[in-house]
């Protein structure tokens, strides 16, 4: 079993950056492929971006694609996500998941462990 925590999260004005970290526990993060999803008041989960086991190949939402990167570091078992040029519409709480594949996926359905969130507000 792995669980996640979030960090990092917190108020920027636009044009500003965070970074949100994600520390997994488990022996089996190394082999997980983790994504980050978010969610706005009265919308649905959407998701951000994801990352493979290795951390050889990434993937994002067309929405942040340009300013958000996704990394990861199996031997702190950590995986971030660093978002520059934030929007207000970047306003979400921020969720870490992680899948028990090699490989991520743009379904929330198809991940198996999730974080607590952790909220994101950007002021204009």
């Known amino acids: 079993q792995v669980q996640l925590v979030e960090s990092g999260g917190g108020l920027v004005q636009a044009g500003g950056s965070l970074r949100l970290s994600c520390a997994a526990s488990g022996r089996t993060f190394s082999s997980n492929a983790m994504g980050w999803f978010r969610q706005a008041p009265g919308l649905e989960r959407e998701f951000v971006a994801s990352i493979t086991w290795s951390g050889g190949s990434t993937y994002y939402a067309d929405s942040v694609k340009g300013r958000f990167t996704i990394s990861r570091d199996n031997a702190k078992n950590t995986v971030y996500l660093q978002m520059n040029s934030l929007k207000p519409e970047d306003t979400a709480v921020y969720y870490c998941?992680?899948?028990?594949?090699?490989?991520?996926?743009?379904?929330?359905?198809?991940?198996?462990?999730w974080g607590q969130g952790t909220q994101v507000t950007v002021s204009s």
């Open positions: 998941a992680g899948r028990r594949s090699s490989y991520g996926s743009v379904k929330r359905d198809e991940y198996n462990y």
